[in-house]
Structure formats: structure tokens, C-alpha cells
């Protein structure tokens, strides 16, 4: 999914020369601590909440440039991109920008939470299984083996490398609630299985079709 596919136009752009009292009710108003600015129609920067409590309501936002953050993502990049710099720079929403810095619209941080629920799967049911591993020994062809020797298969994938412990973690969706079967074939072959997380959902299910059946027995 690119950037673009997640731009909003409803927000409003604020000017260099516009009071920081119209700003901070905007921001009120649509419920955000940022906003951008433009310059002579161009992308200027984004102006954040606790900078303009720094500053005279009756002053013009010019007055607060330098604190200006000059994030901005480009339509054509992937919204991974988006969601990097929104995170790295604690931001509410993330311009959006064209070639010429022109402001094409902004990403809401509640919008890119959507669509990263959505790419890692959360939608979907299924269990979540979490190994760790050297990485000189990581092998996805033999994960994905294991898996599907258990009647199953990966519906997500993704890794990351501890900073403290140079450990990669692995972090498995499969298309079963019922992992334990999965689980016991990952450590029998030796995987350290950090968390798992799907039977007590499968309890809860059966548990909650027995009541099901109960009440209707009753009737």
C-alpha cells in the first residue's frame, strides 16, 4: 500500500502569516496537536501544539519557524515509510507531499494504525507464535515446513533483530487457534519458543459454543 492510497483531504493547512490563536483552534477543532504550513503555497513544515504554547496567541506562526519539523512523506512511497517517520517523530498526522513540495494531504496517525492492523493480518483469525533464533541459523523454508507438517500454514511473517542480544525474533500468524500441536513440533526441534498465543482463544470459543448449546437445550 502506498502513501497516497492513505491521503486525507479534510484536514486544513495553515499559513506562515496566520495568529497561532486560529492554529491552536483548528487543532482543537479536528482534534490533532499538528497541522502543516505552507510558505507562498509550498510545504514549510509542521507545527506542533506544545510549540505554539511557547508563543503570543495574537503572534503569526512565522514567529515559530525555526520550530518547524520538515517531516513529510512522498505519495509514491510505501506507507512502511509513512509509519516510520510518524512514529520517529511522534507526530498525530504526517503530510503528504509532491515533487514540487506542494501539499497534497495528510495521513491521520488513526488511518496508518488501520492499515498496519490490516497488512499484519489482525483481521484474520488465527494463532500467534513467537521464536527466537541466531541469525546465522534462520531458515524460512524449514519454519514453513514445520508449520504445514501440522496440517497449518503461515498467513504472516516478521522479524526483527534485538539490539541488546543480537537474538532475531520471529513472529508467526497461522491460520489455526489451536497451536499446541505446532508448538510441541518447534520445540522438538529445538526452537526457543519466546510466546504463544491462541489456545485460550480456542478455549474461549469452546466454551462459549457450550453455553450456546446449554441455553438452547433449555429452552
Do not use: C
Request: hydrophobic share 45%; aromatic share 10%.
Amino acid at each position: 500500500m502506498l502513501a497516497s492510497q492513505l491521503i486525507h483531504t479534510g484536514f486544513p493547512a495553515v499559513n506562515l502569516f496566520d495568529k497561532a490563536s486560529l492554529v491552536l483552534r483548528l487543532m482543537d477543532e479536528y482534534d490533532v496537536v499538528h497541522l502543516p504550513v505552507l510558505s507562498e503555497e509550498k510545504y514549510a513544515g509542521i507545527i506542533s501544539k506544545d510549540d505554539l504554547m511557547d508563543i503570543d496567541k495574537t503572534g503569526l506562526l512565522a514567529s515559530a519557524e525555526r520550530s518547524f519539523q520538515k517531516v513529510a512523506v512522498k505519495g509514491e512511497e510505501h506507507f512502511l515509510t509513512a509509519l516510520k517517520l510518524m512514529a520517529q517523530n511522534d507526530l498525530s498526522l504526517l503530510p503528504v507531499v509532491n515533487e514540487q513540495a506542494e501539499l497534497s494531504g495528510v495521513i491521520p496517525a488513526k488511518d496508518l494504525l488501520r492499515a498496519m492492523s490490516a497488512f499484519v493480518g489482525n483481521e484474520e483469525r488465527g494463532g500467534i507464535i513467537v521464536l527466537e533464533a541466531d541469525k546465522r541459523n534462520f531458515s524460512f523454508g524449514e519454519i514453513n515446513r514445520l508449520v504445514e507438517t501440522n496440517d497449518a500454514w503461515i498467513t504472516q511473517l516478521n522479524t526483527h533483530t534485538e539490539s541488546d542480544t543480537g537474538l532475531l525474533v520471529i513472529t508467526l500468524k497461522v491460520n489455526k487457534i489451536e497451536i499446541s500441536d505446532i508448538i510441541a513440533t518447534f520445540q522438538r526441534y529445538e526452537y526457543n519458543v519466546r510466546f504463544y498465543f491462541g489456545q485460550e482463544e480456542y478455549a474461549n470459543e469452546l466454551k462459549e459454543n457450550y453455553y450456546h448449546l446449554i441455553s438452547y437445550l433449555n429452552m
